[in-house]
């Protein structure tokens, strides 16, 4: 039966059957199942459109009677502006979804489709990934269940600040991806959102310094790495072979498919290439033995279906930079993969290499107007420097008596240019003797 007592938490608790109407608050009532358990409830006629506005809370105490009333108040706000509460309901249920983590996940389809930023450009697979690494690390432990409209710009600072103590170059990379995020969902492209200001606007005036780096690994260095490299498995060995012989980025190497390579020639895809420009690589005999795969991946994975995780890669140059401090006698600076790239790029000038084909190597792009008027591909070029670098690590795996081990390829005899005379005209004098002295000089 109905009952019209003091709303209270005591008349509440001695209420053990039927209903309480709240005398306060019109619609608002709590029921109770002869268990024990009790519930609030809503029922109101919505003026607008003369249907009945039924609505359930949960059960108390889990809410208060407080929290109760201030539910029940917005339904009646509505009502009493001649509003459909259901339409303002849906609003409120919508904005509610809006967390970090689901927003991040509409984010991410639009980066994939080349909407996330004003270039309008499809993202490449390594800018997809680097972005889900940052969020995964750095942004959905702190952030992932808040709702995007609550989050600050003082809170985005201390997490960026945070970041910066332990790594400065991260943080400055949290920052970007933070504004170009939140940046997103207060534009226009990403309406569906409706962030009405970007709290990460003003992150990147925090940007840390940063030094370029600039190792690179000297002739007793790569000597230390070739023996280091014997004790890998198979695959590591050839792919960080790869990283020096190449120069090219552990990404177009780790994820390399099998059929880009062709008679010799590896292209890497403009799709995974930084400057979206595919890139040519003559290899010589070592890198076609190296790069030979019967699967669809030169690096595939024994797991799954796809290529090997970076992870695996890094831990193997761990490995290999503690046998490098072992053979020297002193701990070594650590190195990156990119660093043989620079590496390789240091040698040029010792092996008499002029400077666009040098660029040319490492597949940078030209400039200014040469970018636009200067088409030549330097193929040529490329294909002598490939066989002069693979030589010289040839050289220097040869004499750190790992040549074999590593699956360099033997030492071909050359011929002096005395020698080489000598021999065709021994050659010259056998066929004139052959034909009775008759051999003539035919013009070409």
């Not at 490098?324 to 600076?333: N, S, V």
Request: aromatic fraction near 8%; hydrophobic fraction near 40%; glycine fraction near 6%.
């Amino acid at each position: 039966m109905t009952r019209r007592a003091t709303f209270a938490p005591a008349t509440i608790d001695s209420l053990t059957d039927g209903y309480l109407l709240d005398p306060q608050t019109p619609g608002l009532w709590i029921e109770a199942n002869g268990k024990g358990v009790k519930t609030w409830r809503y029922r109101r006629l919505i003026g607008c459109c003369g249907e009945m506005l039924r609505r359930t809370l949960g059960r108390y105490p889990r809410f208060s009677i407080a929290e109760a009333r201030k539910w029940a108040t917005d339904f009646n706000s509505a009502i009493n502006a001649g509003l459909d509460p259901r339409s303002i309901e849906q609003a409120l249920i919508d904005r509610a979804r809006l967390t970090v983590g689901y927003v991040h996940d509409r984010y991410m389809i639009a980066v994939r489709e080349g909407r996330a930023s004003r270039a309008k450009k499809a993202n490449k697979p390594r800018t997809v990934a680097d972005k889900l690494a940052i969020y995964r690390c750095d942004i959905a432990p702190k952030l992932a269940d808040k709702l995007i409209f609550d989050v600050t710009e003082d809170e985005l600072t201390r997490l960026v600040l945070a970041k910066g103590r332990t790594s400065p170059v991260r943080a400055n990379r949290l920052a970007g991806e933070l504004k170009v995020f939140f940046g997103w969902a207060a534009s226009l492209r990403g309406k569906e959102i409706n962030l009405q200001t970007n709290p990460a606007a003003r992150l990147t005036d925090l940007k840390f310094p940063e030094s370029p780096r600039t190792r690179k690994l000297n002739l007793q260095e790569i000597s230390w790495f070739l023996q280091a490299l014997v004790s890998e498995p198979r695959h590591y060995q050839r792919g960080m072979l790869l990283w020096l012989l190449t120069a090219a980025r552990i990404s177009e190497v780790i994820y390399a498919r099998s059929d880009e390579y062709r008679e010799g020639v590896w292209t890497i895809p403009a799709h995974r290439v930084k400057n979206s420009r595919a890139h040519r690589i003559a290899l010589g005999p070592w890198g076609r033995s190296l790069i030979q795969s019967d699967e669809d991946w030169v690096f595939p994975s024994h797991r799954i279906d796809g290529p090997r995780a970076p992870a695996g890669w890094y831990k193997a140059r761990n490995r290999v930079l503690h046998r490098m401090a072992q053979l020297a006698g002193t701990p070594i600076e650590r190195w990156t993969p990119h660093d043989l790239r620079r590496t390789a790029r240091s040698n040029t000038k010792r092996l008499n290499t002029d400077f666009e084909t040098a660029e040319a190597m490492l597949n940078h792009s030209k400039r200014g107007l040469e970018r636009i008027y200067d088409g030549y591909e330097f193929e040529d070029e490329l294909r002598t420097w490939f066989e002069k670098w693979e030589t010289e690590i040839v050289r220097i795996a040869r004499e750190a008596g790992v040549a074999e081990a590593l699956g360099a390829p033997a030492p071909i005899a050359h011929r002096s240019p005395a020698a080489s005379s000598l021999a065709r005209g021994k050659r010259m004098a056998s066929a004139r003797e052959a034909t009775g002295g008759r051999l003539r000089r035919h013009r070409s």
